[in-house]
């Protein structure tokens, strides 16, 4: 796993020792998923939700964004999230957030966090897509004109609008579907 551009282009993220228990995004999805998103993400704020090992995130930072805040419950992802911002230069500008992602967006919520840009790639199941999308709109994280980015299964169906929120892009990568939306608001 490299990152694929910006400023730490080409320097490797650390690994988790299982790929069935974190999962990380594929380089050919996060190339594919900036090329929609744009290629800079100059002065965003990022919300990486299901971090595993920050990858998302990170490639936010190298092309741009000013701050990263990654959440996961899981002691490797947590660890994996700080030694990866460690080794690329990133730790000042990255705050790691121990929390279930539920408790996480209300904790964000009330302390009035707001995003530019929001990744989510929760563990695959029946019903990930309509439960993130809920809590999204619970606890409106994501400013006006901001983009969050669902992976989930491909047997999964993301809805055209949800909420607060409106599938702007939707991207199959094999099992795993990549659904871009945007606030409603």
Same mark, same amino acid.
């Given at each position: 796993?490299?990152?694929?551009?910006?400023?730490?282009?080409?320097?490797?993220?650390?690994?988790?020792?299982?790929?069935?228990?974190?999962?990380?995004?594929?380089?050919?999805?996060?190339?594919?998923?900036?090329?929609?998103?744009?290629?800079?993400?100059?002065?965003?704020?990022?919300?990486?939700?299901? $971090?595993?090992?920050?990858?998302?995130?990170? /490639?936010? *930072?190298?092309?741009? &964004?000013?701050? @990263? !805040?990654?959440?996961? #419950?899981?002691?490797?992802?947590?660890?994996?999230?700080?030694?990866?911002?460690? $080794?690329?230069?990133?730790?000042?500008?990255? /705050?790691? *957030?121990?929390?279930? &992602?539920?408790? @996480? !967006?209300?904790?964000? #919520?009330?302390?009035?966090?707001?995003?530019?840009?929001?990744?989510?790639?929760?563990?695959?199941?029946?019903?990930?897509?309509?439960?993130? *999308?809920?809590?999204?709109?619970?606890?409106?994280?994501?400013?006006?004109?901001?983009?969050?980015?669902?992976?989930?299964?491909?047997?999964?169906?993301?809805?055209?609008?949800?909420?607060?929120?409106?599938?702007?892009?939707?991207?199959?990568?094999?099992?795993?579907?990549?659904?871009?939306?945007?606030?409603?608001?």
């Amino acid at each position: 796993m490299r990152i694929v551009a910006g400023t730490v282009r080409g320097r490797t993220l650390k690994a988790p020792r299982r790929a069935d228990v974190i999962r990380p995004t594929a380089d050919r999805v996060r190339e594919s998923i900036f090329n929609v998103l744009g290629q800079t993400c100059e002065g965003l704020t990022v919300l990486d939700l299901f $971090a595993g090992t920050g990858a998302l995130a990170f /490639e936010a *930072l190298s092309r741009g &964004a000013t701050k @990263a !805040v990654l959440v996961d #419950s899981g002691r490797e992802a947590q660890q994996l999230c700080r030694e990866n911002a460690q $080794a690329l230069g990133f730790t000042p500008v990255v /705050e790691v *957030l121990p929390l279930p &992602a539920e408790r @996480a !967006v209300a904790k964000l #919520s009330v302390r009035g966090d707001r995003f530019e840009l929001i990744f989510a790639d929760p563990p695959y199941a029946q019903t990930a897509v309509d439960h993130l *999308l809920a809590w999204l709109t619970a606890h409106p994280l994501l400013t006006e004109g901001g983009r969050l980015v669902l992976e989930h299964s491909k047997h999964e169906t993301a809805p055209e609008a949800a909420g607060a929120f409106t599938r702007l892009d939707q991207r199959v990568f094999g099992e795993t579907v990549v659904s871009i939306f945007g606030s409603a608001r």
